[in-house]
């Protein structure tokens, strides 16, 4: 409960500060970028997610309700939402950061690169119909059902009722193929944009002013790599604790709960820091 109201009130303050810095210099007539707009809506989505996190991990806590009960179910489908979009929105930020740093000659490449400002609004209202897809679908695909177990001996036996979750195949495919072109796109962009800044560098005279332009582009990518590794840890620490649930003896659950928790806030952090705009605000 103490974590949880201390990465509440962290993980909220981080990600209003955001939305708030960039609103600033919006309603002083300053021209946001897409990469400050994509970083507001995430830090936006963010707070929510981590209200979320925080009501439900203290009701499972307390007991007020279990992993079972409806309202914990429906948590989950609008955390199931906002992750979703949060995983599309940093593919799109990666494949815009490498449209932008990467030069090319000619092609399918350039044509995009020259259209991504104007395609990218386009694929992130996209994206966020996708998203709620996948969190339909998780309400109306992942419900408690009840099995009976007979326990005893050959003069009495009982049955006991046990619940568990059932996941059912249409959410499964949805979700798995949603994370895996997010995923893959993420890589690649992040991938092609590195090896794309180890070749200027390599042929780079740093006498020539253009060092500083790197320096930014580098901090773009290790942005991109940390929230890419983030989001890959907190996938992994999802699943297990939806393979195992939550036991309070199991040392690895609790640190996958507590991980979860503070997803958002080490998310905002990443953000401020691989901002120089942010940066210069704290």
């Excluded at 109201?5 to 002083?28: H, Y």
């Excluded at 996190?53 to 992993?67: E, H, P, R």
């Excluded at 998203?131 to 003069?155: D, M």
Aim: charged content about 10%.
């Amino acid at each position: 409960m103490l974590l949880s109201f201390v990465a509440g009130v962290l993980g909220v303050g981080c990600n209003l500060w955001i939305v708030c810095v960039n609103l600033k210099d919006w309603r002083r007539g300053v021209h946001l970028s897409l990469p400050d707009q994509i970083l507001s809506f995430m830090a936006l989505l963010n707070a929510v997610m981590q209200n979320l996190f925080c009501f439900d991990v203290s009701c499972l806590t307390t007991g007020y309700y279990d992993k079972f009960h409806p309202i914990h179910l429906k948590v989950v489908s609008i955390l199931i939402f906002l992750v979703s979009c949060n995983l599309w929105f940093t593919a799109w930020l990666s494949v815009y950061y490498y449209m932008r740093i990467v030069s090319f000659s000619g092609g399918l490449l350039l044509a995009l690169k020259m259209r991504i400002s104007d395609l990218l609004p386009k694929l992130l209202v996209m994206s966020i119909a996708e998203s709620f897809i996948v969190g339909l679908l998780s309400s109306l695909n992942i419900y408690p059902e009840i099995t009976g177990e007979t326990i005893g001996n050959a003069t009495y036996n009982y049955t006991v009722e046990i619940p568990y979750i059932v996941i059912k195949s249409p959410f499964l495919i949805t979700a798995g193929l949603g994370g895996f072109v997010t995923f893959t796109l993420t890589l690649l962009s992040i991938g092609l944009t590195l090896c794309s800044l180890w070749r200027h560098v390599k042929r780079m005279n740093t006498s020539d002013g253009s060092f500083s332009n790197v320096q930014a582009h580098i901090t773009a990518v290790r942005t991109m790599v940390l929230l890419v590794t983030l989001h890959t840890a907190f996938s992994a620490a999802s699943f297990y604790i939806v393979e195992k649930t939550f036991i309070a003896g199991d040392y690895l659950t609790l640190f996958c709960w507590y991980f979860i928790i503070i997803y958002p806030k080490c998310q905002a952090l990443v953000m401020i820091t691989g901002n120089s705009k942010l940066k210069k605000a704290t």
